[in-house]
């Protein structure tokens, strides 16, 4: 069966735009001094567990499976045990069987019983953009950790730092399936009243 590469690329594209503060993990040797020393500054903001996870991201990026998009994704997740989670994506012929890397590496930490996690890494071979986890994935990662720290770290090491509730806002939580849902008897009125967006906040992990 032949599968058409540029659907494929589409299926699996994960271009995201994001306007945030774009940081470096270490200095790849600019002739600029000033740059240089602005580098050097950032990368002091990274803990050592943090320049830790990233390196594995990209340790696990060279395991993908990715024989259709040839897109590939590394994923490190840190677990509040300390223990670090990696994973990268593994494709299947069968589309919707695909996993992303961030999902291999949740699936293998829930497997053993960490399911609170501090902070998770993700890279791809992109060079002039940041690779976000996709809507799945941050979903995945708001069922255990809205707080939870997001990398995206490029292959020169600039990265780019938010959280799991920054790139979801208002995520669907485990606690809405215990609220009151029962259907309304009598059908519903036709009088409609609008609602600050910012009443609806997810809670604070």
Known sequence: MQTDPSASRLLYRRLYTMEHFVSILDDKGSPDQDQ???????????????????KICHNAKEFAYAPYSQFRVGAALLAENGKIYSGCNVENAAYGACICAERTAIVKAVSEGQKRFKSIAVTADLEDQFCLPCGTCRQVLAEFSLDCVLFSVRPDNQYLRTTVKEILPHAFRPKYLSMDHQPRKGGSSMNFGKADIDSQSTEKE
């Open 36 to 54: 240089n020393d602005q580098n050097d500054q950032n990368a002091a903001e990274l803990t050592d567990e943090d320049k830790e996870l990233l």
